[in-house]
């Protein structure tokens, strides 16, 4: 399991940087260069103060030996500097990383312990008014959009109500930390009962599929306990497909939040890579989408190792 943890990291790590120099590339050929910019904005400047500021900068230069340039500087904890905030890119990476992180930790482990709890009750009682409920929120989940459901919550918490602050730039930094908590209620449960869905679906299906067998029969039959043979039995055995699901949402949570975090205000990593691209940012959006990147890679990395402690028949070439 070592060993092959160890090739997978070897193997991401090389993926990153070919992934890097992918983006760099494409982010390089996007219209809107930063000194035209700059060029149109003031009529003072010249186009030769324009050629010798990429000059400077090293614009001028063919990708590759930037991008070379860009690594080595990567690899020192460089990771340039960003235009729209004027100042390091790191300084402005860690931010918006915690604001993410505020938004999507509680939102998963919400959305998990949920639809955990939802499933493992619904195939207790199969036909029940739990397994009911636990369908039909399943498929409210999958159907209601984002911003929809966002919105509706702001309407009904955050306006009529006034219960909830409806943006969290709306709590000031000296704030106590109960008003900054009460105002990621609001984006954690749209973002939770979006991921919720899905993973109850996922589960509930896996269980549903894995209670008939054999093995389950013959543990009852031995004298097991009906909640051992659930919780130890099937679901061991029915974790396997959901935890590659789990995997794939919560690296993706790292970019794929832009709705939440604009309706309410949120200035997480979605919403900075979003600004950074549309401003022409290069810098940053480079920074951004590579820690995504690695988040996604970070994330399967994770299910491979889970897939060995909940099935130990599973084994992994050298």
């Given at each position: 399991?070592?060993?092959?943890?160890?090739?997978?990291?070897?193997?991401?790590?090389?993926?990153?940087?070919?992934?890097?120099?992918?983006?760099?590339?494409?982010?390089?050929?996007?219209?809107?260069?930063?000194?035209?910019?700059?060029?149109?904005?003031?009529?003072?400047?010249?186009?030769?103060?324009?050629?010798?500021?990429?000059?400077?900068?090293?614009?001028?230069?063919?990708?590759?030996?930037?991008?070379?340039?860009?690594?080595?500087?990567?690899?020192?904890?460089?990771?340039?500097?960003?235009?729209?905030?004027?100042?390091?890119?790191?300084?402005?990476?860690?931010?918006?990383?915690?604001?993410?992180?505020?938004?999507?930790?509680?939102?998963?482990?919400?959305?998990?312990?949920?639809?955990?709890?939802?499933?493992?009750?619904?195939?207790?009682?199969?036909?029940?008014?739990?397994?009911?409920?636990?369908?039909?929120?399943?498929?409210?989940?999958?159907?209601?959009?984002?911003?929809?459901?966002?919105?509706?919550?702001?309407?009904?918490?955050?306006?009529?109500?006034?219960?909830?602050?409806?943006?969290?730039?709306?709590?000031?930094?000296?704030?106590?930390?109960?008003?900054?908590?009460?105002?990621?209620?609001?984006?954690?449960?749209?973002?939770?009962?979006?991921?919720?869905?899905?993973?109850?679906?996922?589960?509930?299906?896996?269980?549903?599929?894995?209670?008939?067998?054999?093995?389950?029969?013959?543990?009852?039959?031995?004298?097991?306990?009906?909640?051992?043979?659930?919780?130890?039995?099937?679901?061991?055995?029915?974790?396997?497909?959901?935890?590659?699901?789990?995997?794939?949402?919560?690296?993706?949570?790292?970019?794929?939040?832009?709705?939440?975090?604009?309706?309410?205000?949120?200035?997480?990593?979605?919403?900075?890579?979003?600004?950074?691209?549309?401003?022409?940012?290069?810098?940053?959006?480079?920074?951004?989408?590579?820690?995504?990147?690695?988040?996604?890679?970070?994330?399967?990395?994770?299910?491979?190792?889970?897939?060995?402690?909940?099935?130990?028949?599973?084994?992994?070439?050298g």
């Amino acid at each position: 399991m070592l060993r092959h943890l160890g090739s997978r990291l070897g193997g991401n790590a090389l993926l990153v940087l070919a992934l890097s120099f992918l983006m760099y590339g494409i982010l390089g050929l996007m219209p809107g260069d930063p000194l035209d910019a700059m060029l149109a904005a003031d009529p003072r400047l010249t186009a030769e103060d324009v050629a010798r500021l990429k000059a400077v900068y090293g614009l001028d230069k063919p990708l590759t030996e930037r991008y070379i340039h860009w690594l080595k500087s990567a690899f020192h904890g460089d990771l340039g500097y960003s235009r729209q905030f004027n100042k390091p890119v790191m300084d402005v990476l860690w931010p918006h990383l915690k604001a993410s992180l505020l938004l999507m930790l509680p939102s998963f482990i919400l959305a998990l312990a949920a639809s955990l709890a939802l499933a493992l009750c619904a195939v207790a009682r199969p036909g029940g008014p739990v397994d009911w409920i636990a369908r039909t929120l399943a498929v409210l989940s999958i159907a209601v959009p984002t911003f929809w459901l966002g919105l509706l919550l702001l309407l009904v918490f955050a306006v009529s109500l006034n219960w909830l602050p409806g943006s969290v730039l709306q709590v000031p930094p000296d704030a106590p930390w109960t008003d900054k908590i009460s105002a990621y209620v609001l984006p954690v449960a749209t973002l939770a009962f979006g991921m919720a869905g899905g993973y109850l679906r996922y589960l509930q299906g896996s269980l549903a599929a894995v209670l008939p067998m054999p093995f389950m029969r013959t543990a009852l039959a031995k004298g097991a306990p009906p909640r051992r043979v659930l919780f130890r039995h099937g679901l061991r055995n029915a974790a396997l497909p959901f935890v590659t699901v789990v995997a794939l949402s919560f690296g993706g949570l790292f970019s794929g939040a832009l709705i939440t975090e604009t309706l309410f205000g949120i200035t997480g990593l979605g919403r900075m890579i979003y600004d950074a691209i549309a401003g022409n940012d290069y810098n940053l959006a480079l920074a951004g989408l590579l820690l995504a990147t690695i988040c996604v890679l970070l994330s399967n990395l994770a299910a491979d190792a889970a897939y060995g402690w909940l099935d130990p028949r599973i084994r992994y070439a050298g």
